[in-house]
């Protein structure tokens, strides 16, 4: 199956930018949904954006829709999160996840319909 690895988190300012990566290897990257998940301290994981395994569908938290935008690049294997006008409430351990999908405009929006995660990389925006 596919094993995902995280990168390009760190410390930004209120109002800054930042681009995390999440590079898959093993099985054939396209025939899966991704997913990008977040953790603030003392808090639940939770959604913040999917993109179907066609890259056709997308959807986003409400707390980051039309901050942050996910793509994916089949070439390279590795799905993106470009995160813009980023908050302290944004600060978080981000996660990509994965779920092998048959059905190609379909995005999952819930921890439970992804079985394959990556290590999540520290974002931490404050001044």
């Known amino acids: 199956q596919v094993q995902l690895g995280e990168s390009g988190g760190g410390l930004v300012q209120p109002g800054g930018s930042l681009r995390l990566s999440c590079a898959a290897s093993?099985?054939?990257?396209?025939?899966?949904?991704m997913g990008w998940f977040r953790q603030a301290p003392g808090k639940g994981r939770e959604f913040v954006a999917a993109i179907s395994k066609n890259g056709g569908s997308t959807n986003y938290a409400n707390s980051v829709r039309g901050r942050f935008t996910i793509s994916t690049d089949n070439a390279k294997n590795t799905v993106y999160l470009q995160m813009d006008s980023l908050k302290p409430e944004d600060t978080a351990v981000y996660y990509c996840a994965a779920r092998e999908s048959k059905i190609g405009a379909l995005y999952y929006t819930r921890e439970p319909y992804y079985d394959i995660w990556g290590q999540g990389t520290q974002v931490t925006v404050s001044s």
């Open positions: 093993g099985r054939t990257f396209s025939n899966y949904a």
